[in-house]
Nanobody
Framework: QVQLVESGGGLVQPGGSLRLSCTAS????????MGWYRQAPGKQRELVAT???????TYGDSVKGRFTVSRDNAKNAIYLQMNSLKPEDTAVYFC???????????????RGQGTQVTVSS
């Protein structure tokens, strides 16, 4: 199986920055797309950013220009640099990875447990 562990969440003031990290471990043959999603209380899960294995990125409209996603394929890791944070960015942030466990197998999506980000003065 595959485990994804996020870190880097916390409490930050509006206008501040945080950097989230997520590392995948386990029986991994190859990781394809990775991404960050978030869910605030009472709201649906929202796409934050995705990144392919070759570095192509997409962003949700609400974070464009403020957040930057990156990854380190050698470490099976994805990162999210969040700048100019706003109270509406408060949510649990989850990382996601599309993984093949062995050659010729189907891809499966795995998700971490999430890390809380709170933006408040």
């Amino acid at each position: 199986q595959v485990q994804l562990v996020e870190s880097g969440g916390g409490l930050v003031q509006p206008g501040g920055s945080l950097r989230l990290s997520c590392t995948a471990s386990g029986s991994i043959f190859m990781i394809y797309d990775m991404g960050w999603y978030r869910q605030a209380p009472g709201k649906q899960r929202e796409l934050v950013a995705t990144i392919t294995s070759v570095g192509s990125t997409t962003y949700g409209d609400s974070v464009k220009g403020r957040f930057t996603v990156s990854r380190d394929n050698a470490k099976n890791a994805i990162y999210l640099q969040m700048n100019s944070l706003k109270p509406e960015d408060t949510a649990v942030y989850f990382c996601n990875a599309a993984v093949k466990l062995r050659v010729g197998a189907d891809k499966y999506d795995f998700r971490g447990q999430g890390t809380q980000v709170t933006v408040s003065s």
